[in-house]
């Protein structure tokens, strides 16, 4: 930007000094070298005193921090605050840190317990202490998340994995990432990195285990519907016993109604219904499809013969 502001400042001047170099339609070499090293000492002093003021200042956004480094003195222990900022120029250089909530991924992979081996992704959401960023600038540097956080990840990851069977990692997921929180918190804090929160993304196992937990389900399957069939046919069966001793109560109480005076009663009944069917004629013959029921009429009236 500079340059370009130099070389339009020179091309103005020397056009305004056509008439001294350009004579007759051709340039005057002499005349031409003089008033170009004219411009020049007119257009340097400028840019100097431009390159002054630019770089005399430095913006540091919001939410950010900027770490001072001068050539002559080191990282200047108090780091700059939001907005403008005035600096040594050409001695002093500023290194802006997010101090915002930031997140990182990355993949570990580790062995259970059971030697299976687990992949998983973990997510951090973390942010560089703001008082402190002169301190990561010196003892660690802009790159801290491939220094400090990736190698803690792995290693939380493979420690709290091995005290876990895959299928645990699985059924205990928020012990097994609270232990990994805890891990990670350690070993960033004395980097002055504040761990807010930790996401287990995902979990993958080998296709051997995967394979051995779907035949685990399907075996669990078939178990509950095996007891499941057992206790329909126990139910069915105590249900037909129920019903045969209910019979056979049913049957019981009818034999002990059956008595000697029921059955005269019923007999009596049937000669009565018989009477009062009767047309007054005696049958012709006894062959028949209808013959005449015999009817005992002394026992009607109560003297036998």
Same mark, same amino acid.
């Given at each position: ?212 937990? +779907? %035949?685990?389900?399907? /075996?669990? #399957? ?11 046919? &126990? $139910? @069915? =069966? ?8 209910? +019979? %056979?109560?049913?049957? /019981?109480? #009818? ?11 019923? &007999? $009596? @009944? =049937? ?35």
């Amino acid at each position: 930007m500079l340059v370009l502001l130099a070389l339009l400042i020179m091309a103005g001047l020397m056009t305004l000094w056509m008439k001294h170099w350009w004579l007759n339609k051709k340039i005057v070499i002499e005349q031409f070298l003089k008033y170009m090293a004219k411009a020049v000492a007119i257009v340097l002093p400028l840019l100097i005193l431009e390159g002054l003021v630019w770089s005399s200042f430095v913006i540091v956004p919001a939410a950010g921090r900027g770490v001072v480094f001068n050539k002559f003195n080191g990282i200047k222990p108090i780091a700059l605050g939001e907005g403008f900022n005035f600096i040594l120029p050409w001695v002093e250089e500023v290194t802006v840190y997010d101090t915002r909530l930031q997140k990182v991924e990355f993949d570990a992979t580790a062995a259970s317990k059971d030697l299976q081996s687990v992949s998983t992704k973990v997510a951090l959401n973390f942010r560089p202490h703001a008082t402190k960023v002169a301190d990561i600038h010196r003892n660690v540097g802009v790159d801290y998340a491939e220094k400090i956080i990736h190698p803690a990840v792995q290693e939380a990851v493979k420690a709290t994995t091995a005290r876990y069977t895959a299928e645990e990692l699985i059924t205990r997921r928020e012990e097994v990432k609270k232990q990994i929180h805890e891990l990670l918190k350690s070993q960033m804090a004395p980097a002055d990195l504040d761990l807010t929160e930790t996401y287990l993304t995902d979990f993958q196992f080998s296709q051997d285990f995967a394979h051995a937990v +779907e %035949a685990k389900q399907i /075996a669990e #399957q078939e178990a509950f519907k095996a007891k499941r069939d057992l206790d329909r046919i &126990r $139910i @069915e =069966a105590e249900q037909k016993v129920a019903t045969a001793q209910a +019979e %056979a109560r049913a049957l /019981a109480l #009818q034999r002990e109604a059956i008595t000697s005076n029921l059955i005269e009663l019923r &007999r $009596i @009944e =049937a000669q009565r219904f018989a009477i009062e069917k009767w047309d007054g004629h005696l049958p012709q013959t006894m062959m028949g499809n209808n013959p005449m029921p015999m009817i005992d009429f002394s026992q009607m009236n109560g003297k036998g013969k």
